[in-house]
């Protein structure tokens, strides 16, 4: 813990720690502190400060820079004038980094920088290490370092910290080291403005480094330059200041790069996002229809081949581009997962609890599970797409690449359209500097593209859906994260969600010339009634959609089990049957079942027919299925190899034959395992068939008033940890000796056990702390902090994490 960030949060009003919390989620996960010191341990996580800095934009990371350039505790003026802008300029991305406790002013004024954000930049502003670090280190012997004082000119005598300081002060000088390299003796300057840009480390050849006269022994033997190891040289900070100049100053991008945009009709945006939502509901629904009839298999490399993606899209009625999608999303929404069995992806139980939900909450399943996606469906790679469910290594930047680029459109006025995709990633590499900018470019466009699909964009301007999604970044969860995220349960987009889908229709209007038109966006239901019956014609975008029956798509759906009567009548309850539609599924129906066609896994020969006879009629075979389909033929269910067996164990010598009639006797052959893995999804995970629904997390407390409750308790101060043990040892009473000590760890480190209580009560308790006899500990059964009489506790268990 810092005690100079404990001693700032000391210092905080509650409207400024409350700030702090709430830029800081970290801070207030379960279970939450409730002190300052705990807070300021959790605050200096590395970590955790790392997913803060993501957070920032680029100016609040040049100032950062500038802090550590300038080393120590800079002032305002001191930054100001390293980056030669006002002072007005450096304070409100000061106190930006100030609200996410990444930085905090001391007694004096001066900015403290966190010692993890220290260690973000190995190099500022392609700077190196201090000269300290170098003249200061045991790798320097004194006589090295006489030698190289007496090189620049300056007293060498005296003890090795004085010489350090007599050659720092040289080398920190533009002056005398403009002056150095003026006498330096040829491709000095060059060298050493090659390691002050383009550095701080180089690959070198070390052999030069030893060479009388040469510009590399020059540069080494007077300090320009270091050498960590043969082939690699360093130049230090200061150095590479001096040798850069008084006229270089880091950038201080303070302006966001322009960003042209346009403006849009508020509804048609509305009414594009209200034909998209249904659209993409109605398609997933569709598409697991599917996948339930004919398992989707997977390449031996992993992922969805190209055939059958084309496959389903054209059996759905889908665009390529939104199979692609779609199949991604479900697949991390666990509503399909890959079964061994049947050797596919077939449709999970979570999809059976899904399809009876209403329309908002499995389309908010959808957006979830995109928005948390580690994979672009839509990006591709030297003009082709990545394989469907295939891996990604960049997974975890790209999930943090969409969540950017709808965070910047959910800053522009509302009805606004970016005009401009190449300012647009510019714009979100401002706010977002730590993204890789190649990466960023190749998947903002692709992003865009699925969001369009999705009904989150249209137009280019944001939808409100899209919106309320954009502004759930911190809840969205991890893509192998098989528990409920908060997405789903947001206000904000259950409120959007229940509007997109307002406007469905749940009824047709059909033709006497056997068509039927939904004159709008049809409910999945309704789609997939029609679709089971009838063949689609169109799909409107702003009209309507036709469906068409036939003979073949009414024998379809006989095929697939409906019976005339039923399904007239479910057709019958979305609109009203014309006659001629009447006439051609009963006339189908007439029809249906003509011809029968049975299954026979084998057949049996002889050419005795009593034989056959004999064996037909054995009850000891009657587990074989057999029945006759002439004198000297049998029909059986079960396999060739298990009626042989069957035969052979009741006394009988049968034979296998090919399809030529040929006795096939042969040796068994040993199967090779098959090579390859199968991934499903990003990272190498495996989606399981059947996960168990997670339960709601609980909500962290409002940052204002765990505020205001941090404040109350800011005069608190924990028990010294030597005291820890007696006082368990005199309350505990009915524990043994070694469970009073693990009842001491969760004192002390915070660790995690089980407890029993007198009357049976369990918890799992952690973060403990002494009160009066009783021990108020974090109890993750009931989400808060409990007291428990230390003279009721009657046994401690050790607890492990949950897997």
Not at 13 to 31: K, S
Not at 177 to 189: I, W
Not at 213 to 223: N, T
Not at 594 to 605: F, G, P, Y
Request: hydrophobic share 45%.
């Amino acid at each position: 813990m810092d005690d100079h960030l404990l001693g700032w949060l000391k210092t905080l009003d509650e409207d400024r720690l409350a700030r702090v919390l709430a830029n800081r989620p970290d801070a207030l996960a379960a279970p939450w502190p409730r002190r300052l010191d705990i807070l300021a341990q959790r605050l200096g996580n590395g970590i955790a400060m790392t997913e803060a800095v993501r957070g920032l934009p680029l100016p609040c990371l040049e100032i950062a820079q500038a802090c550590l350039v300038i080393g120590g505790s800079p002032t305002v003026a001191g930054l100001a004038a390293l980056l030669a802008v006002p002072e007005d300029d450096v304070r409100p991305w000061l106190d930006r980094l100030y609200e996410y406790a990444l930085a905090w002013p001391d007694d004096e004024g001066r900015v403290r920088l966190a010692p993890a954000l220290a260690r973000w930049w190995p190099a500022p502003c392609g700077l190196g290490e201090p000269l300290a670090h170098y003249l200061n280190s045991w790798t320097i012997s004194a006589d090295a370092l006489r030698a190289l004082a007496k090189n620049l000119g300056v007293p060498s005598h005296g003890p090795k910290r004085r010489a350090a300081l007599r050659v720092s002060e040289i080398l920190s000088d533009p002056a005398q080291v403009a002056a150095l390299l003026a006498e330096a003796p040829r491709g000095a300057r060059g060298l050493a403005e090659e390691f002050a840009w383009e550095g701080p480390v180089r690959d070198v050849d070390g052999g030069l480094f030893v060479v009388p006269g040469s510009a590399e022994k020059w540069a080494a033997d007077h300090g320009l330059l270091f050498r960590p190891s043969w082939n690699v040289a360093e130049m230090p900070r200061e150095v590479a200041l001096a040798v850069r100049g008084p006229g270089w100053h880091p950038p201080l991008t303070a302006v966001p790069p322009d960003l042209a945009t346009l403006p849009v009709d508020p509804e048609e945006v509305d009414h594009l996002m209200a034909l998209a939502a249904p659209h993409v509901v109605e398609r997933c629904a569709a598409l697991l229809d599917n996948t339930a009839k004919t398992p989707l298999p997977l390449l031996k490399s992993g992922g969805v081949g190209v055939r059958e993606v084309r496959r389903v899209a054209k059996e759905t009625s889908c665009d390529e581009d939104e199979t692609r999608l779609l199949l991604e999303i479900c697949a991390v929404a666990r509503l399909l997962a890959w079964d061994e069995a049947a050797g596919g992806l077939v449709p999970t139980e979570r999809f059976d609890h899904w399809r009876l939900d209403d329309g908002a909450t499995r389309l908010r399943a959808l957006l979830a599970a995109w928005w948390r996606m580690e994979r672009s469906s839509l990006r591709k790679v030297n003009g082709k797409y990545a394989t469907v469910l295939g891996d990604d290594p960049a997974g975890s930047m790209i999930a943090r690449i969409r969540r950017s680029v709808l965070g910047v459109l959910a800053g522009l006025p509302d009805a606004t359209a970016h005009a401009d995709r190449a300012g647009l990633v510019r714009h979100v590499g401002w706010h977002a500097p730590t993204l890789d900018p190649a990466l960023l470019a190749e998947i903002a466009p692709a992003v865009l593209d699925e969001a369009r699909l999705l009904g989150l964009i249209a137009h280019d301007a944001l939808t409100d859906l899209g919106r309320a999604l954009a502004a759930l970044d911190r809840v969205a969860g991890a893509e192998h994260d098989d528990h409920a995220p908060a997405v789903e349960h947001d206000p904000a987009l259950v409120e959007c969600s229940t509007r997109a889908l307002a406007g469905v229709r749940r009824s047709a209007l059909f033709g006497a010339d056997l068509t039927a038109v939904v004159t709008g966006p049809p409910s999945a239901e309704l789609a997939a009634l029609l679709d089971r019956a009838a063949d689609r014609e169109s799909r409107g975008a702003a009209a309507a959609s036709v469906w068409r029956f036939s003979p073949q798509s009414v024998r379809r759906a006989l095929d697939a089990g409906d019976t005339p009567d039923g399904l007239l009548d479910d057709l019958a309850a979305v609109g009203t049957v014309p006659q001629p539609l009447s006439y051609l599924v009963h006339d189908v129906a007439r029809r249906h079942g003509e011809v029968t066609v049975s299954s026979v896994t084998c057949i049996v020969q002889a050419s005795d027919p009593a034989l056959l006879a004999e064996i037909a009629a054995n009850r000891r075979l009657s587990r074989l299925g057999l029945r006759a389909l002439a004198p000297t033929v049998l029909a059986g269910s079960a396999p060739a190899d298990r009626t042989l067996a069957a035969l052979r164990e009741a006394g009988y010598a049968p034979v296998p034959i090919d399809d030529t009639g040929e006795i096939t006797i042969r040796r068994a052959k040993i199967e090779e395992p098959r090579g390859g893995r199968l991934i499903l999804l990003p990272g190498g995970q495996v989606a399981e068939l059947e996960a168990p629904p997670g339960d709601i997390a609980e909500p962290p407390p409002d940052p204002r008033e765990h505020a205001r409750r941090l404040l109350g308790a800011a005069g608190t101060e924990p028990r010294p940890g030597g005291r820890t043990w007696a006082v368990i040892g005199r309350g505990a009473t009915r524990l043994p000796t070694a469970q009073q000590s693990l009842l001491g760890f969760v004192v002390d480190r915070g660790v995690r056990a089980a407890i029993t209580l007198t009357g049976g009560l369990t918890a799992t308790i952690s973060h403990g702390e002494l009160r009066s006899g009783v021990l108020d500990a974090w109890c993750e059964e009931a989400g808060d902090y409990l007291e428990f009489p230390l003279a009721e506790i009657v046994e401690v268990r050790g607890a492990h994490l949950p897997g």
